[in-house]
């Protein structure tokens, strides 16, 4: 099982969940995040005086998926999330050594 | 008297001199009120006429001027009702421009600040800045008050009805009096924008108490109230003496030098400069909030100024509201193009203040000037507004949160010129019941009245101003000498937010962030 974590931007949200459905994603737990990648920021002005704003907004997606899955989700939210301009986000997969679903104490790929 | 009232309803010609028999020093104000004032005996023919009706001889002339009395009453409170929703709108814009973390403090001054200043004008500031004339009107012969300080042309206070007390409390001095604690209010009100974020709130009291009791009574007792500068016509032959239609000098420029005073006192906000002295933004917490706020300011302006003919038979109110209008759209616009060339962006916030300047600039001159000139007025107070911002804050040092000391200060003393410049003599005749055939500008070749309005704009500047710092310094001084560490917030209060330390309760406790 891996977890996969992908910062996006905002106003993508709705295609990346559309496409992780339509790739048989069946969980995807949402945040609204803010931070900076390799841009840092971005400056704008206020009453005439120029200002950082040093953590952008951003989503951050997490879903659980098997290890076959991850191929597939990830090219999902490649597709979905693009817009070819900075700031577009990342995405990262880390093993998940235990997973537990709390209703019916099922363990491993059942609980996903 | 009734007879004159009712000139103006058959004639709409508000230039005659109504009150020839009265003596050369009553104001304007006080002329234009007492069109309204004639209400307690227009209450009495009226009853006479329905005896009289029954009677078979029914007293048309007595049914119209009490109709005409009434009218004008009732135009003075619905003024001052609209005048008093402008508070609303000041809370809004100012919070709005603030930070989330002093959300709470940052409304609740401009809250409290109706009833600080309007028990310091009930009590004190009343008949300090009207009690020699005004009250006069009700005897209808012999003010009630006189001068506490001065005489001649040269009063400076008067005194008298001491908390609306002794003889001549009608309706009409009492809509007189709701009028103008309205006026009151917003000087009182324009310093918690300028001085947002780190001002003390127990300091904050004291000087709403103090701007109604003495701070605005001063300078309105020279103008509206008939003091000195409304007699320079005569004892400097200038113009027909200070001319002020609804307060660009006389409430927001006061308000505005007290602004500057403020900020210059409490210093500037923590992280408003960097080390070398650079401005750093401080973006408001709710834009929708300030933008809405800035349109019911708008909407409150009509009662500002169209009120300001205090006679609804005085038909110049269209006129006053509508260059109001011109100035307020011009001057958006203008802020508009201007903010968008200076820094890219059409900022929302400079857009405000540039609607605001034009508002302001236009109090003084609405109701002499043409609509192209309130135009003009308000493209150029909007663009010497932002031009302010910039000076305040990168020259100064000043830290004006919502820019109060520019759209106040700035447009107040500019739309106080404006009336030395393009007054155009179709109105005010008489006007301080000086010998003027009409308030006329430097476009119709007059130079003294523009004389009159800078002695006017310098007296402001210098005495009102000075007493404005001489008051919040000393009170910085004296709270520390008392050991309670000045009129400021401490740096901890501020940094975690005024909200709490002070008042005791988050703006948004749903979103405090951890």
Known sequence: ???????????????????????????????????????????????????????????????????????????????????GKIGDGKIWVSTVERLVRIRTGEEGPDAI | M????????????????????????????????????????????????????????????????????????????IGASLVIFMQAGFALVETGFCRAKHASHVVTTNFAIFGLGFIGFFFVGFPLAFGGFSYGAFGL????????????????????????SGGGVTPALLGFFLYMVAFMDTVATIPTGSMAERWKWGSFVIWGFFCGAVYYPLFAAWTWGGGWLSQTWSSMNLGAGYVDFAGSGVVHAVGGVAAF??????????????????????????????????????????????????????????????????????GAIAGMFWITKRSGKPDPGMMANGML???????????????????????????????????????????????????????????????????????????????SDGVKGIIKGDWGQLGAQALGVAVIVVVIGGVAYTFFKLQDIISKKMGKGGIRSSEEDELIGLDIPEMGVYAYPEFVKS
């Not at chain 1, 992908?6 to 994603?25: Q, S, T």
């Not at chain 1, 005439?48 to 076959?68: C, Q, T």
């Not at chain 2, 200060?409 to 005749?429: E, K, P, Q």
């Open chain 1, 1 to 83: 099982m891996k977890l996969i974590t992908a910062i996006v931007k905002p106003f993508k949200l709705d295609d990346v969940k559309d496409a992780l459905k339509a790739v048989g994603v069946q969980g995807i737990t949402v945040s609204e995040v803010r931070g900076f990648g390799r841009q840092g920021g971005h400056s704008e002005t206020y009453r005439g005086a120029e200002y950082k704003i040093d953590f952008v907004p951003k989503v951050r997606l997490e879903l659980v998926v098997e290890d076959s899955g991850v191929d597939a989700a990830i090219a999902a939210i490649k597709a979905s999330a693009v817009t």
């Open chain 2, 2 to 77: 009734l007879t004159q009232s009712r000139a103006t309803v058959e004639n709409y010609d508000s230039s005659t001199d109504f009150f020839p028999d009265m003596t050369r020093k009553r104001t304007p104000l006080l002329k234009r009120l007492l069109i309204a004032l004639t209400i307690s005996s227009g209450a009495l023919v009226a009853t006479g006429s329905i005896a009289l009706a029954a009677e078979g001889d029914f007293d048309a002339e007595g049914a119209i001027t009490s109709l005409a009395t009434a009218t004008n009453l009732l135009w003075v409170i």
């Open chain 2, 141 to 164: 012969n012999a003010p009630i008050g006189a001068p506490l300080l001065g005489s001649g042309e040269w009063i400076f206070l008067f005194k008298g009805g001491w908390a609306l």
């Open chain 2, 261 to 330: 005073a403020g900020a210059k006192v409490l210093g500037a906000r923590i992280g408003k400069f960097d080390k070398d002295g650079n401005p750093r933004a401080i973006p408001g917490h709710h834009i929708p909030m300030a933008m809405l706020g800035t349109f019911i300011l708008l909407f409150g302006w009509f009662g500002f100024n169209a009120a300001s003919t205090f006679a609804a038979t005085d038909v110049q109110f269209a006129t006053v509201a509508t260059n109001t209008a011109i100035a307020g759209a011009f």
């Open chain 2, 357 to 435: 300047a034009g508002l302001v600039a236009i109090t003084a001159p609405c109701a002499f000037v043409a609509p192209w000139a309130a135009a003009v007025i308000g493209i150029i107070a909007a663009i010497l507004v932002i031009e302010s911002v910039f000076f305040v804050e990168r020259k100064l040092k000043l830290d004006d949160p919502v820019g109060a000391i520019s759209v106040h200060g700035v447009g107040g003393l500019f739309g106080t010129m404006c009336v030395g410049i393009f007054s155009n003599g179709s109105y005010g005749a008489g006007w301080n019941l000086s010998d």
